[in-house]
């Protein structure tokens, strides 16, 4: 099997970049170079129409969307520290965490800088890039107070969630974000960034 990622530095590929290293899995990494448009050009269109990252290539076929690729790694390495649950209810909160993180919060992080995605108009624009730090701040307050179930996301076990919740929290100060209000997020990435996969990845940014 032939896996290629496709991914940009400080994009939320960075989640699966570090699931990959976690997964002990081969796999080769392709830089996409956003500042100059590459994920724009018909060659990366011929990965992923798209024209986001990241992308897994499998062989011929190509997978998208994060929580996806996410759950396939800890498929293809079950013996790895990204196993995923046996209990039905466990999956289905590990499931319901990282969709959380895909349909809320990255999305209100892409109001910052990718408001055209849903307005043309100036001055919604500037409305939706001001209220970034304020959306973010209420998803991490959630995650915060009701979500971190332990020194990992879910409790004492490392899952995909982990590399997925520290790839967002990368973005806090960015986004007008005071990491300092999340003890628990902060001490998340303080734990995240003494693995060897993120220390590996993060050379990569």
Request: with cysteine.
């Amino acid at each position: 099997m032939t896996l290629k990622l496709y991914t940009s530095p400080g994009s939320i590929g960075v989640a699966v970049h570090i699931a990959l290293e976690e997964s002990g899995l081969d796999y080769e990494l392709i830089r996409i170079d956003f500042a100059s448009g590459e994920q724009l050009t018909d060659q990366y269109r011929q990965v992923n129409p798209k024209l986001r990252v990241p992308a897994l290539l499998v062989n011929d076929q190509v997978l998208t969307e994060t929580p996806a690729i996410l759950v396939y790694l800890a498929q293809l390495a079950p013996a790895s520290i990204l196993a995923l649950p046996t209990d039905p209810l466990a999956f289905a909160q590990l499931q319901s965490f990282n969709s959380y993180l895909s349909s809320t919060v990255h999305i209100a992080h892409a109001h910052k800088k990718r408001g055209r995605r849903w307005a043309d108009d100036a001055n919604a624009l500037t409305a939706m890039t001001a209220y970034v730090p304020v959306s973010m701040s209420a998803c991490f307050e959630l995650i915060e107070t009701e979500m971190l179930q332990g020194d990992w996301v879910h409790g004492e076990a490392f899952s995909i969630s982990d590399p997925y919740l520290f790839a967002l929290s990368l973005w806090m100060e960015g986004d007008g974000v005071d990491p300092s209000r999340y003890p628990k997020i902060q001490a998340h990435r303080a734990r995240m960034l003494e693995r060897e996969s993120v220390l590996h990845v993060m050379k990569t940014l």
